[in-house]
């Protein structure tokens, strides 16, 4: 009987293991994508030729390092011909900033198993990611994947990795709705500008480290079809997180809350992309929004020379809304503000548990000291680090206006064609400034300088102080993919004193250690501070009360 048994439990297994084989090979055959075809291949055999020290080229497509630290990108022409002019040019960035992803991604998941399950997961959600995704931006990607590293080819080949990863965003920000991509966005027109032009700042608050921050590259784009446009953004991304075109349009991008999504559709940054270089007003702008489905929840602040103001354009998968403000100025976090997105029962929980709201009523509260905004003002808001009233409330706190921890942030200023971009450490950085009318109308010979030097707003007085030094410290054991193994429960507390997210670490560490009395007062004082979220707030409650019942 035992014998027999086992047989049948052995071919239990057996059909179990040879049906999870199946399912593999299944989701790896239906995921797998095909490149697109195009018209020649003679793009790839252009060859990358220094002009002059540090100045490269492909044809008329150029790459240069500012003394800035942003790295600065041209380039032009048909889809394919301009992506693998950009791959060429970038190889060194693609090849870094996918390691550097990869490496996170490793950080995040470790185990080896539940890796692979991932692979799988985003394989078969994306399996029909190309019927979502414009042809232009397909070809435009397999050209920059062409200079992609083959270092990776074990997950997927270089065409199909560059495509997933300008949806990880999205995946990200659904599945996890995760806490690193606070943006605050906001603009001013009329009588709330000192020269009643538009003004538009933005903090894009999207963390996964130093690294992956590191090389920004301001790219200029001269496509064959459409506007010419920039955006700020890094290796092997096309899609836009930030930017402005000619026509004075402007296209920055604000998470909110999402549904768990079950399949993929159009990345958000390439919604924002065809936006960029396909609209020249509110209107063109909310159509192209309007064809596109998506699969997470985002607000598109649209600034327009032509129409002297700025709108938000909300898309979720479900629904979308179209939200202007009766004053001359408007606000942007990460909840809805439309009539019929805003009213939703998702986003009004999501704006009573999160800091979304207090973070749009600080910025209110700014705009409300000054009589008429500058773009001075905008740079001195996107890096205002206190809570409201001027509250301390710790550094990087998700509630304040400035995080520490922004892979950058921009200013408009779309009726006079001008960009700010920061520089490191995030937005404390020197803000410098191109003018895009310029940009597009010389051609670059020599390794010069293109940004407006006496335009420049200078760096962030913080950068000297000591909270500066404690906080580049306390960074360390921030983020949940940074390792504590050595964290020291008062240092912590020390380099941090306002943060519930400081004492809420050392409290965590003391309870790991089983030294309960310590971590119940780390506790009890992390919960009398400016917590960012409803989530934290109970998550430190129960430890408190988990501890408490260990001293018993």
């Known amino acids: 009987m035992l014998r027999r048994f086992l047989k049948i439990l052995a071919w239990i297994a057996g059909l179990v293991f040879i049906l999870i084989c199946t399912l593999f090979v299944y989701v790896r055959l239906v995921s797998k994508v095909v490149p697109p075809s195009p018209i020649s291949l003679s793009p790839l055999d252009e060859k990358v030729v220094e002009l002059s020290p540090g100045l490269s080229t492909v044809g008329n497509n150029w790459l240069r390092k500012s003394e800035s630290g942003l790295y600065e990108l041209y380039v032009e022409g048909e889809p394919f011909e301009r992506g693998v002019a950009n791959g060429k040019l970038t190889r060194a960035l693609v090849q870094h900033q996918e390691e550097v992803f990869t490496h996170q991604i490793h950080q995040l998941v470790p185990n080896r198993f539940y890796l692979t399950l991932l692979k799988y997961f985003v394989g078969w959600f994306n399996r029909n990611l190309t019927d979502n995704i414009l042809e232009e931006y397909q070809l435009e990607i397999f050209g920059v994947s062409e200079s992609a590293s083959h270092e990776f080819d074990d997950i997927a080949s270089p065409y199909q990795r560059i495509l997933n990863y300008h949806a990880a965003h999205d995946i990200g920000h659904a599945l996890q709705n995760m806490s690193l991509v606070g943006c605050t966005s906001f603009a001013t027109w009329g009588n709330k500008s000192e020269d009643s032009t538009l003004i538009i700042g933005r903090n894009f608050d999207f963390y996964v480290g130093d690294d992956f921050a590191r090389d920004k590259i301001i790219a200029f784009y001269n496509p064959a079809r459409g506007y010419k446009f920039m955006m700020v953004t890094f290796g092997g991304m096309t899609g836009v997180l930030s930017g402005m075109n000619d026509q004075g349009l402007t296209v920055t991008i604000n998470a909110a809350k999402s549904d768990i999504p079950s399949a993929s559709a159009t990345p958000v940054s390439l919604v924002a992309r065809e936006i960029l270089q396909y609209a020249s007003t509110i209107q ?4 192209i929004a309007e064809k596109r489905k998506m699969f997470v929840a985002e607000s598109f602040l649209i600034g327009s020379a032509k129409d002297g103001k700025a709108a938000l354009i909300e898309k979720e998968s479900g629904g ?8 001359n100025f408007i606000i ?5 503000q439309g009539k019929s997105l805003g009213d939703t029962q998702r986003n009004k929980d999501h704006m009573n548990s999160s800091a979304s709201p207090y973070r749009f009523e600080r910025v209110a509260e700014l705009l409300g000291r000054v009589q008429k905004n500058s773009v001075a003002n905008t740079a001195a808001i996107l890096r205002n680090q206190l809570g409201l009233k001027d509250q301390d409330i710790g550094l990087g706190n998700e509630k304040s206006i400035n995080q520490l921890i922004a892979h950058h942030a921009v200013i408009f200023q779309p009726e006079k064609g001008l960009a700010w971009v920061s520089t ?4 404390l950085g020197k803000f410098v400034c191109y003018d895009l009318n310029r940009i597009f109308k010389s051609r670059l010979s020599d390794n010069e300088e293109i940004y407006e030097k006496e335009k420049t707003i200078p760096l962030d007085s913080f950068l000297y102080s000591n909270a500066y030094v404690d906080c580049v410290k306390f960074n360390k054991y921030r983020f949940p993919f940074n390792e504590r193994i050595d964290l ?4 912590i507390v020390k380099w941090n004193p306002n943060s ?4 809420m670490l050392a ?8 030294n309960w ?4 007062t780390l506790y009890e004082m992390g919960l009398t501070k400016e917590i960012a979220s409803e989530q934290e707030r109970a998550y430190m409650q129960m430890n408190l009360q988990h501890c408490k019942e260990k001293l018993k």
Not at 284 to 287: F, I, L, T, V, W
Not at 500 to 503: G, K
Not at 507 to 514: G, L, N
Request: hydrophobic share 30%; aromatic share 20%.
């Open 332 to 336: 942007s976090t990460n909840h809805f």
């Open 424 to 427: 490191a450490p995030w937005q």
């Open 517 to 520: 009395e310590k971590a119940v």
């Open 320 to 327: 979308m809304d179209f939200y202007t403000s009766r004053d």
């Open 284 to 287: 063109e702008a909310y159509a």
């Open 500 to 503: 519930y997210h400081a004492y």
């Open 507 to 514: 409290a965590d560490y003391c309870r790991e250690h089983e």
């Open 488 to 491: 020291a429960p008062d240092s």
